[in-house]
T-cell receptor, first 111, second 114 residues
Framework: RKEVEQDPGPFNVPEGATVAFNCTYS??????FFWYRQDCRKEPKLLMS???SGNEDGRFTAQLNRASQYISLLIRDSKLSDSATYLC????????????FGAGTRLFVKA | GAGVSQSPSNKVTEKGKDVELRCDPI?????LYWYRQSLGQGLEFLIY????????KSGLPSDRFSAERTGGSVSTLTIQRTQQEDSAVYLC????????????FGEGSWLTVV
């Protein structure tokens, strides 16, 4: 089993749609959680951190469920510019620090 | 500099040659990471430095790959006797402190082995 698993995608949605991505992680010692965005042939960039209480940044909402070892990202009112690959990222300390990236979920938003 | 700087941005090399990829992290960032990404694939972890030491080298794919970091700053990833399967973009990233803090990526070094 992969340490971080994401929905395979791709997701094809119309503009204005709401779309949700899921991510599960296998190590209960995981401490920090993030969503990164990667545009085609570009480097990943931080979209938002994920906090235990859940957090929102404009049209984006991230949630964490430690009991189920599950992270989600919700995008409301999708824009064409949201088209990208979304990477789930988990950091943990198991005697040595480790940051693990999921394989990513591709999103295509169409007019 | 303001961001993570990598060089060269593009490199085409012949199979069997050695290549060196350089990363200059954000000033003050103590942690430095190397990842590899093949076209259309996810990020593959290679190695992580905290200061000049590498507590996690588990991702280096073979003994042809090595990396060092000097002065707690610049890092070099060396690939010896390159193979065609080494073709990928090599991404360097840095963070302040250990993993758990935001990681900032460079634009990558695109390596093509012909």
């Amino acid at each position: 089993r992969k340490e971080v698993e994401q929905d395979p995608g791709p997701f094809n949605v119309p503009e204005g749609a709401t779309v949700a991505f899921n991510c599960t992680y296998s190590n209960s010692a995981s401490q920090s959680f993030f969503w990164y965005r990667q545009d085609c042939r570009k480097e990943p960039k931080l979209l938002m951190s994920v906090y235990s209480s859940g957090n929102e940044d404009g049209r984006f909402t991230a949630q964490l469920n430690r009991a189920s070892q599950y992270i989600s990202l919700l995008i409301r009112d999708s824009k064409l510019s949201d088209s990208a690959t979304y990477l789930c990222v988990v950091s943990l300390n198991t005697g040595g620090f480790k940051t693990i990236f999921g394989a990513g979920t591709r999103l295509f938003v169409k007019a | 500099g303001a961001g993570v700087s990598q060089s060269p941005s593009n490199k085409v090399t012949e199979k069997g040659k050695d290549v060196e990829l350089r990363c200059d992290p954000i000033s003050g960032h103590t942690a430095l990471y190397w990842y590899r990404q093949s076209l259309g694939q996810g990020l593959e972890f290679l190695i992580y430095f905290q200061g000049n030491s590498a507590p996690d080298k588990s991702g280096l794919p073979s003994d042809r790959f090595s990396a060092e970091r000097t002065g707690g700053s610049v890092s070099t990833l060396t690939i010896q006797r390159t193979q065609q399967e080494d073709s990928a973009v090599y991404l360097c990233a840095s963070s302040f402190g250990p993993p758990g803090n935001t990681i900032y990526f460079g634009e990558g070094s695109w390596l093509t082995v012909v």
